[in-house]
C-alpha cells in the first residue's frame, strides 16, 4: 500500500537566485539605469537589407567572379549596385 503524501519525506526547495526571490526582491533602481544592449552597433543601425535570388548558373559565376577578385560577396553587391545607379538609363 503507497504511504499518503503527508507522510512523505519533504524536501526544501533551494533559491537559486543570486539576490534572492525576483518576484519577491525586484526594486526598481532608479540611480542605475540598465544600458541598452543592441547586436547591430549605431553606426550600422540605419542600412537597408537586399534579397535577391538567383538561378544556379548566375549563382555559380557570381561565386567564381568573388573568388576571382578576392571580395566578400556582399561587397561587390554594393560595388555593382553603385555601378549600375551611377550609369545613365
Partial sequence: MMPFIEELPKKKIQDFFA?????????????????????????????????????????DFFKRYCSEHDMKPSLVVRHLIKECLNKPL
Fill in 19 to 59: 539576490e534572492g526571490d525576483p518576484e519577491r526582491t525586484s526594486q526598481k533602481s532608479h540611480t542605475k539605469q540598465a544600458e541598452k544592449k543592441t547586436r547591430i552597433p549605431v553606426s550600422k543601425q540605419n542600412r537597408k537589407k537586399i534579397v535577391t535570388y538567383l538561378d544556379d548558373e548566375t549563382y
